[in-house]
């Protein structure tokens, strides 16, 4: 009871009005409605149920998840669900699955590469799941370097098909979820060869199983990857191997909408960038980031109640002990994660602007932003991605021992989420793009040609590479403008300087290619950058509800100041800050955790999240998580009975036979 007490008493210590933050973190009131509504049908139906999850093996789980999906579906045909809510219905179902990969990828790839005709044909099909679709682009041997997939789609114009082949072992496609067992579609990336030319990558729609029997067509071959890290979690998913011996394919089941081949055989490439084949990756990495902040904050939520519950030390006189929040230590590891959940949410809400924005530009045809959509989506995709997965360690690490439990649902929410540094573009490889980019703004900046978007800031490079931060008292630092100043000094002068060592090498590549370590390192410093001026600007809009702005200007200088804490080196080396000047800023830091910690349970209530989401006896919303714990142990398989299977086998005689040596003694 003490404990339920305890968070109690933590919600009447917040100073805002909690309710009105969960409008500003959902992002509006009809958003906290449809999702309130979608988390509780699914708490509240048994199919959904999903803590003994980590205890089924791997069949029991697939066949769990295939469950599940027809369930959702059932739900929302019968409720008439809109696409909003069915979306949020399948998110809080909380299960990876193949309906991933159809809605996330297969659709949205089809939408994106296919003609209106041939959107007109597939997408009724997907909607209405009359078939199930998947992505296959990764091969065995390529991933990252897409130009380097081996699988080809030759032309022949005596049938008017393409014949789908794998070549080489390597050939073979490799990963894609929901193609191992559930997928009867997909779309293949592979070389398009006509005329005797290979014209690169293209994408294919390939029917794969039997709408029957869901048995392999003719040539193909297929199967699950096998098991992959932690209990649970990933495993839900049917990642596959599939191969090609020579299947056919009407011409037409080529994605045509960026190039043709003509019935002749032609190849016609239409007048666009051919970039656009990336598309379906720069839609994925724009909703990864929007789901770091949700992983993330799930994390936080979980850790910061259990700090709150958890007591340790400090006991006087038999008087209560304190609560592990309130130690500084944790205070400094925990509350800049629950700020970087908060800003990871903004400048996830801004990229899906963005996105939107530039998806209405190509389709009138305006192609300008392209590169800026690019950049953003992969820069914020690595760096949201890398900070949510330390940080979920960091917060198991956080609830001592018992977050090394399953029933924490941390172990779990890392293993799933893990993947996601490496799945939609491996992190490095996606920030070397972004710097790739900067280093070509650095070196038009000689021209005088502007830069535009999130690169504006560097078109101030005669003022930025010599200013020095005004900054002369802790307080200064909550000063919006010099935070900005100190981040744009940092990362222009970062790029400039990678730029510089470049030219001095032999050629442009194998400058960029001595130097990708400190490019990496600018590129993360353009990505801070910007999560931190979305954040900035979000305070400044009108946020109503009592204390509301106040919490979310202490949180943003919270992740702005510990992320200059954390690269002070950078700070320091570029001359943007003194030392002196560091150590205000975490002097500064200090205060604000202060600031923050009578506020913190409230802060992740307005997460807004149910206990079935959570998944953690930890996170609790009434914070009896002792009793819960306890309840749980028992649950456990090998609980079922009390002298264990295997006794008789191998603890009795072992047992037996040292007694025995004993008594010889
Ligand atoms: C139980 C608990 C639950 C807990 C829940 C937690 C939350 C879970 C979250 C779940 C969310 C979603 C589920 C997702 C499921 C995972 C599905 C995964 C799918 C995949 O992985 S699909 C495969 C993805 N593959 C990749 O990303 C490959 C990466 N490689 C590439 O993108 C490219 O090859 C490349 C960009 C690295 C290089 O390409 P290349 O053609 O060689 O180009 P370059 O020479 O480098 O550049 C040429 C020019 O093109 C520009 N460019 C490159 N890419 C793009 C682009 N996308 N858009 C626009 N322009 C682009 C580049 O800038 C160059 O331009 P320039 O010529 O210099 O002007
Ligand atoms: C859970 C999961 C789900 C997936 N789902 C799908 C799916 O549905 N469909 C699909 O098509 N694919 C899928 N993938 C594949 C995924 O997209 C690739 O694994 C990913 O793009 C990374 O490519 P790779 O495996 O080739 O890594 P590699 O490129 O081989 O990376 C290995 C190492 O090399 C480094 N490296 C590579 N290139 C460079 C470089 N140029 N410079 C410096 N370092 C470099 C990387 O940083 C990394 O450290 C999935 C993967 C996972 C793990």
């Not at 495993?235 to 089941?253: E, T, Y």
């Not at 609830?399 to 893990?418: D, I, Q, R, T």
């Not at 490496?422 to 280093?439: F, K, P």
Request: hydrophobic content about 40%; glycine content about 8%.
């Amino acid at each position: 009871m003490a404990e339920v007490d305890h968070l109690a008493a933590e919600r009447a210590t917040a100073r805002f009005d909690v309710e009105e933050m969960k409008v500003a973190w959902a992002g509006s009131r009809h958003a906290v409605h449809v999702a309130d509504r979608m988390a509780r049908l699914v708490a509240s139906d048994p199919v959904f149920r999903k803590d003994n999850r980590t205890m089924l093996s791997r069949k029991e789980l697939f066949k769990d998840t295939l469950r599940k999906a027809a369930h959702a579906w059932k739900r929302i045909v019968e409720l008439r669900l809109t696409e909003e809510e069915a979306d949020l219905l399948r998110q809080y179902v909380d299960q990876p699955g193949y309906v991933d990969l159809h809605w996330g990828m297969f659709v949205p790839a089809i939408k994106g590469q296919g003609t209106e005709e041939q959107q007109h044909k597939w997408l009724p099909l997907a909607y209405k799941f009359q078939i199930i679709g998947c992505y296959a682009q990764t091969e065995l041997g390529h991933g990252s370097n897409v130009q380097g997939l081996e699988t080809t789609a030759t032309f022949d114009p005596k049938t008017d098909e393409f014949v789908i082949h794998s070549p080489t072992l390597t050939s073979s496609k490799w990963w894609p979820g929901g193609l191992g067992k559930a997928s009867t579609h997909a779309v293949v990336y592979a070389r398009l060869i006509t005329e005797g030319k290979d014209y690169g990558i293209h994408g294919f729609i390939v029917q794969l199983r039997s709408l029957e029997d869901h048995s392999p067509l003719p040539g193909v071959t297929l199967g699950d990857i096998g098991g992959k890290f932690g209990s649970g979690a990933y495993n839900s998913m049917d990642n596959g191997v599939l191969r090609f011996d020579h299947v056919r394919i009407p011409r037409d089941q080529m994605l045509m909408r960026l190039s043709q081949v003509t019935r002749e055989g032609k190849y016609v490439h239409s007048n666009v960038p051919k970039q656009l084949l990336y598309g379906t990756m720069v839609y994925v990495r724009q909703s990864i980031v929007a789901d770091a902040s949700k992983a993330l904050s799930r994390a936080v939520c979980i850790a910061v109640r259990y700090s709150a519950v958890r007591k340790q030390f400090g006991s006087q006189d038999g008087g209560p002990e304190t609560q592990v929040l309130n130690y500084k230590t944790q205070q400094s590891r925990l509350f800049p994660l629950l700020a970087s959940a908060y800003a990871f949410r903004f400048v996830g809400d801004w990229l899906n602007w963005l996105y939107t924005d530039v998806t209405q530009k190509l389709e009138a045809k305006d192609f300008s932003t392209l590169q800026e959509a690019h950049a953003c989506t992969a820069g914020l995709k690595a760096v949201t991605t890398s900070v949510t997965a330390d940080a979920i360690e960091e917060c198991r690490k956080l609830c001592g021992g018992h977050g090394y439990l399953n029933s924490s649902g941390l172990p779990e929410l890392f293993a799933v989420y893990v993947p996601a540094c490496t799945y939609e573009g491996d992190n490095v490889v996606l920030l070397l793009q972004v710097a790739r980019i900067l280093m070509k703004t650095v070196s038009q900046l000689a021209s005088g040609k502007q830069p535009v978007g999130t690169m504006a800031y560097m078109g101030k490079v005669q003022y930025l590479m010599q200013c020095k931060s005004a900054v002369s008292s802790a307080e200064d630092w909550l000063n919006p403008d010099a935070i900005q100043e100190a981040f744009e000094a940092r990362a222009l002068r970062m790029a400039v300087n990678c730029a510089q060592n470049i030219s001095q090498a032999a050629s442009q590549e194998e400058g960029f290619y001595e130097r990708s370590p400190d490019l990496l390192e600018a590129a993360v410093a353009h990505i801070q950058l910007i999560i931190v001026t979305k954040f900035i600007e979000k305070v400044h809009q009108e946020i109503p509800g009592h204390g509301v702005k106040e919490q979310l200007q202490a949180l943003c200088n919270v992740y702005a100041l510990y992320i200059l804490h954390k690269h002070l080196g950078d700070f320091l080396a570029t001359g943007c800050i003194t030392p002196r000047q560091g150590a205000l800023a975490n002097e500064q830091l200090g205060k604000l955790y202060a600031q923050v910690r009578p506020n913190a349970v409230a802060l992740v209530d307005a997460f807004n999240y149910t206990d079935h989401y959570l998944g953690s006896v930890l996170g609790r919303y009434d914070g009896d998580v002792y009793p819960a714990l306890y309840e749980e142990a028992w649950k456990d398989p090998l609980n079922e009975t009390v002298v264990p299977e295997g006794y008789h086998e191998y603890l009795r005689p072992l047992i037996k036979q040292q007694q025995l040596k004993l008594s010889r003694l």
